[in-house]
């Protein structure tokens, strides 16, 4: 973590603007406004874009995905911007956290994916582009997200620290134990081999 030299107050209203940020629950709005119904009717009840694009809309998942990572990338940027760097990393996790736990969703939100790849982008491109090769990689070899998910989170991680982005490294610790956590009904699956594979069949 970077020294934290900015007044405690600063910081504290970062966390909660990016709590409140990372809380709007794009995959409801973008599937609503597409005349798509409720997307925690559908499939997996997930609010994120895996689950969006159950709905038969690439289009609404790929708004969806966008709009979920440019919340972490966006306050991001704006926390260090207008505070510094150390509320950049608090603006990283309570974006996180804000998108797992959604005051407006009564604190039943994503999984966090997408979020995490913004956030890290924002805060480090390379580690951020890492996580996202990562990702790619493992979901081309075995076409199951929340694999590569899983996969991309534990692996850059590890990476981050090893190669000496270690300031960054205590909350991406927190991030990637939250994500893994939040999916461990998919682990459960990953284990018994039911776990679904991604189908772009539909329009």
Known sequence: MPPFDSPMFLLAITAIAAYLFGSVPFGVLVTRIMGLGDVRAIGSGNIGATNVLRTGS???????????????????????????????????????????FPVWLNFRGGKGVATFLGALLALTPLVGLIALVAWLFTFFVYRISSLSAIV????????????????ITAVMIIMAVLLIWKHRDNIRRLIDGTEPMASWSKK
């Open 58 to 100: 690439k289009s609404a998942a790929l708004a969806t995905l966008l709009l979920d990572a440019g919340k972490g990338f966006v306050a991001v940027l704006l926390a260090r911007a207008l505070v510094g760097e150390d509320a950049a990393q608090v603006a990283a996790l309570f974006a996180f956290l804000g998108h797992l």
């Open 152 to 167: 991309s989170a534990a692996l850059t991680t590890c990476v981050a620290y090893l190669v000496g982005f270690r300031e």
